[in-house]
C-alpha cells in the first residue's frame, strides 16, 4: 500500500555531516507525522526526530542543536540533516510516517528497510 524508500547514509568521520532522505509512495491519502528512529547495535530503537504535518517538530536531547529535520508534503518525502556527526551517532536510521490511507480511509504507521550510519573517530 504505502512504500518508503531512504537514501544518503554512509561512512563519515566525525565532525561531518550527512542528508538522510526518505520518499513515501503509494496509495496516500495524507501524511501527518514522519519521522526518524535510529537502532545501534545491541540497542534498542530509538526517536531521533519527528515532525508534524504543519512543521512542528521534536528532537531527542542527544542530537538537538546539531540535527535538523524537515519535509516537503508536495513531494510526501522527509530529510534529516545531519550535522557535528559523533561516532555515538552511528545506527541504522529508519524512517517512519504515519498516513492516511486512500480508499480505505485508514491510519497506519510504515517504516523504511533503514539506511547505515557510520561515524569514525
Known amino acids: 500500500q504505502v512504500q518508503l524508500v531512504e537514501s544518503g547514509g554512509g561512512l563519515v568521520q566525525a565532525g561531518g555531516s550527512l542528508r538522510l532522505s526518505c520518499a513515501a509512495s503509494?496509495?496516500?491519502?495524507?501524511?501527518?507525522?514522519m519521522g526518524w528512529y535510529r537502532q545501534a547495535p545491541g540497542k534498542q530503537r530509538e526517536l531521533v526526530a519527528h515532525?508534524?504535518?504543519?512543521?512542528?517538530?521534536n528532537y531527542a536531547n542527544s542530537v538537538k542543536g546539531r540535527f535538523t529535520i524537515s519535509r516537503d508534503n508536495a513531494k510526501n518525502t522527509v530529510y534529516l540533516q545531519m550535522n557535528s556527526l559523533q561516532p555515538e551517532d552511528t545506527a541504522v536510521y529508519y524512517c517512519?510516517?504515519?498516513?492516511?490511507?486512500?480508499?480505505?480511509?485508514?491510519?497506519?504507521?510504515?517504516w523504511g528497510q533503514g539506511t547505515q550510519v557510520t561515524v569514525s573517530s
Open positions: 503509494g496509495s496516500i491519502f495524507r501524511i501527518n507525522t
Open positions: 515532525i508534524s504535518r504543519f512543521d512542528t517538530t
Open positions: 517512519n510516517a504515519n498516513v492516511v490511507v486512500s480508499g480505505m480511509m485508514k491510519v497506519n504507521d510504515y
